[in-house]
């Protein structure tokens, strides 16, 4: 009798309580979830909930994606600003995925739908991909705290809480901190600090003005807000919205979790009980260099102590041995003329660690020049360092170096940006940003399908377009890149293009004799008059540019053993009046045809054996805008025919000439004389 009506009564309880809940969490206008067992979340990518209610956006697996939305929507009232208002308040934690960093971050998001499935992730925190990122129709606010530094989207810093509308360019941000009521100061936080954090986001049409406030688990509601944004919502989210949280990883990571989340549109958030909350799952085993503390004392023995007095002599012995080892590990050269260079100088050591001593996996590519690894700064920066043996005596050294370190001054988008270098003895070690997806040669002639897309390829291209633009006319030298070619071109973690290796084919030279060789390039990408006179131009770049604006179109590469060369075959399409013919059949139609035609011709232009003939790349970028139309050549013109004979004339100079120095039409790059830099415009 007495268990039936326990049992009874525990049932009423739960029906009473799991009813409250979900009448809490129905209510249109507020919920409180601590803990996110009842609250039926719409979850997606790799979201999970774990059983005690923890919900987690991402594991520390490279490239998660998850979001996890409030299952219905909210209606606002948008017919004016004044009478839009919300208040929202979350606690989250992101347990980095190594000691160094976490990566890369999460929102709080109000989105018109909850299908976040085809967002990317990196530093498109899962919110965004590379073609809906910017357009005013996603109606999308997202309060960011993203952990990683994407240049990309204008970030400020590794550690920096964004306003973002409808794109992952914030419209205000700043670096993580909380005002500390008690010391009246600014405090810094660290967002991937594996620390819980609380995070309040209110609203108040009547203000017109958006605060997002954050602190520390322990501390109150801090009274002045990080962030505190003029602005009207109300074109911004519509009627019917959803509320919900996005996060992901790249090639670094974070655990994503939220604790606890409340929403109110009729008022403030309440706060939550932290004692209510789900707990952290335990930290990662402790590496095995961690010692158990030991149980119980024992004596020690004689002969312990004898043991013991041995094993200091044989540690002091080998500690002497391991100093001597370290130090001629991490010899490097270092003489009287590079002090002024020294802010821009990384010491071996560094380089050694954060590479992980350089081992095969950590290898990214190699090529011509040398190896090139990937590393992790201290800072939790990721590098890209490339070692390349050189042998040259002091003066080149030191010219080059005054180059390297000018071109570190070099600041673009789509340039690979050059942070530093290392000296050794017959070696030279360049640091760079670390892209994460490679170079384009490795994705475009790969065997992945679906390729880059249309729109990616078109990104590309007016990326590394717009950086070389800069390098010939925009900065205080003009520099050339001397040595354009896909597998120059790297993607970063947004698929943006970026030039790397300029200048490069320069430094190969140093060690061999100038009589032999006085060429930069790839023979594959080199003007004809380059490989006549041996001297580099900006025309010359635009040549290479030229080839690469064919194969991105045509997904060919320039010449193929068997096959007509590219600039032929996209001649003859044009001249049977088909040059959409020349498309990459990978593409499967899938292009803006005007776009299409426009990259064809202008590349075959560019690749014009008359220097004279080839636009600039002021001029290419035109073009590509399309603020310069594209003058009409017919098919089979006078033109045209000009321009295939003269080409392949030239074309028998490029192969007498590759046969000459041993090379086929090979993708290895040669090497020069002349300086980077073109002194004086
Ligand atoms: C993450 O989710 C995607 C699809 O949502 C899936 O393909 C992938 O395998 C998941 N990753 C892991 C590590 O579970
Ligand atoms: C992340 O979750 C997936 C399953 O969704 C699992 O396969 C993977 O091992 C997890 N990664 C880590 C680092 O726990
Ligand atoms: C929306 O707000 C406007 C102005 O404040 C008011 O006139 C209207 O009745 C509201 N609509 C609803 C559905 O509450
Ligand atoms: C980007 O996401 C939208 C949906 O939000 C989807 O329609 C589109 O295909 C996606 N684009 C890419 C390149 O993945
Ligand atoms: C937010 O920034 C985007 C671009 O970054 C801009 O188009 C938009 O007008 C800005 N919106 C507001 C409300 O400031
Ligand atoms: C996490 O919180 C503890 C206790 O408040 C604090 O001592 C520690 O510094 C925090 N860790 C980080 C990385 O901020
Ligand atoms: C935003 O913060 C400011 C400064 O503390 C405050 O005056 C204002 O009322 C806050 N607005 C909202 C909507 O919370
Ligand atoms: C504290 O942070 C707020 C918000 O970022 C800023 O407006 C204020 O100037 C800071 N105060 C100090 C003393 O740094
Ligand atoms: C929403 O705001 C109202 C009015 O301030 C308050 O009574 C209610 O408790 C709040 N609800 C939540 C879930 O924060």
């Known amino acids: 009798m007495a268990a039936a009506a326990l049992r009874s009564l525990y049932f009423w309880i739960t029906f009473i309580l799991s009813f409250n809940t979900l009448a809490l969490a129905q209510d249109q206008n507020q919920f409180i979830y601590n803990g996110f067992l009842e609250a039926k979340l719409h979850l997606g990518g790799n979201a999970t909930i774990h059983p005690d209610g923890l919900l987690q956006l991402t594991n520390t697996s490279e490239r998660q994606q998850g979001y996890a939305f409030h299952p219905s929507p909210i209606k606002f009232n948008t017919s004016s600003s004044q009478s839009l208002l919300f208040s929202t308040y979350f606690v989250f934690a992101m347990v980095p995925g190594s000691l160094t960093a976490g990566g890369h971050g999460m929102t709080f998001v109000i989105s018109p739908s909850m299908d976040f499935s085809e967002a990317t992730a990196t530093s498109y925190l899962g919110l965004f991909n590379t073609s809906n990122n910017g357009l005013p129709t996603n109606h999308v606010l997202a309060i960011e705290l993203d952990t990683v530094e994407s240049p990309e989207f204008k970030d400020i810093d590794d550690n920096h809480v964004g306003i973002d509308v409808n794109d992952l360019i914030s419209n205000d941000s700043a670096p993580a901190t909380y005002f500390s009521e008690e ?15 609380q995070v309040w986001i209110d609203y108040n049409g009547a203000e017109n003005v958006l605060n997002v406030t954050l602190a520390p688990i322990s501390d109150p509601k801090p009274s002045r807000p990080l962030l505190s944004m003029v602005i009207d919502l109300s074109p911004i989210i519509l009627e019917s919205v959803y509320v919900g949280f996005t996060a992901s990883t790249g090639t670094i990571t974070n655990n994503h979790f939220v604790l606890g989340w409340s929403f109110n549109k009729s008022g403030k958030a309440d706060s939550i009980e932290v004692s209510k909350l789900p707990s952290l799952p335990p930290p990662p085993p402790l590496s095995p260099l961690s010692i158990p503390p030991e149980k119980g004392n024992q004596k020690l023995e004689p002969t312990i102590i004898v043991s013991v007095a041995a094993l200091v002599v044989v540690l002091i012995t080998i500690g002497g041995a391991v100093y001597i080892v370290r130090k001629k590990k991490y010899e490097e050269v270092y003489e009287d003329w590079e002090r002024e260079y020294s802010p821009h100088r990384f010491s071996y050591k560094t380089l050694y660690k954060a590479t992980r001593d350089f081992k095969d996996n950590g290898l990214i590519g190699e090529g011509g020049f040398g190896k090139v690894y990937r590393g992790v700064l201290p800072s939790s920066d990721q590098i890209a360092v490339k070692r390349v043996s050189h042998d040259s005596g002091e003066q080149t050294m030191k010219q080059f170096v005054a180059e390297i370190v000018s071109m570190g001054r070099l600041r673009h988008r789509n340039l690979v940006q050059l942070l ?31 390729n880059l897309n249309w729109f990616q390829r078109i990104r590309i291209l007016r990326g590394v377009a717009s950086g070389l633009l800069y390098l010939h006319e925009d900065w205080e030298q003009v520099v050339l890149h001397r040595d354009i070619k896909p597998g120059n071109i790297l993607l970063d973690a947004g698929l943006n293009g970026k030039l790397g290796d300029f200048g490069l084919a320069r430094l190969y030279d140093h060690g061999s004799n100038p009589e032999t060789t006085i060429l930069a390039g790839t023979p594959t990408h080199m003007a004809p008059e380059l490989l006549r006179t041996g001297k580099a131009t900006t025309s010359t770049d635009v040549f290479a540019f030229g080839a690469v604006m064919l194969e991105l179109a045509s997904g060919r590469k320039p010449k193929e053993p068997g096959q007509v060369d590219l600039v032929n075959w996209v001649i003859d399409c044009w001249n049977r009046g088909a040059i959409l013919e020349a498309s990459d059949p990978r593409l499967e139609g899938l292009c803006v045809e005007e776009q299409m035609e426009l990259v064809l011709k202008l590349g075959l232009f560019c690749s014009h054996p008359n220097p004279a003939t080839r636009p600039s790349m002021r001029q290419v970028m035109q073009y590509l805008d399309g603020d310069a139309k594209f003058p009409d050549i017919s098919p089979n013109s006078n033109l045209l025919d000009a321009f295939r004979s003269s080409y392949n004339e030239a074309s028998n100079t490029i192969m007498a000439f590759s046969s000459l120095i041993g090379g086929s039409s090979s993708s290895h790059t040669m090497s020069t004389m002349d300086s980077i830099l073109v002194v004086g415009r």
């Open 420 to 450: 530093g270098y290392c000296r050794r003895r017959g070696e030279l070690l360049l640091v760079y940003d670390f892209m994460p997806n490679g170079s384009l040669d490795k994705v475009l002639y790969s065997n992945i399908r679906p």
């Open 183 to 197: 010391e009246g100061t600014n405090k810094s936080l660290k967002l991937a600090s594996g620390n819980l954090t």
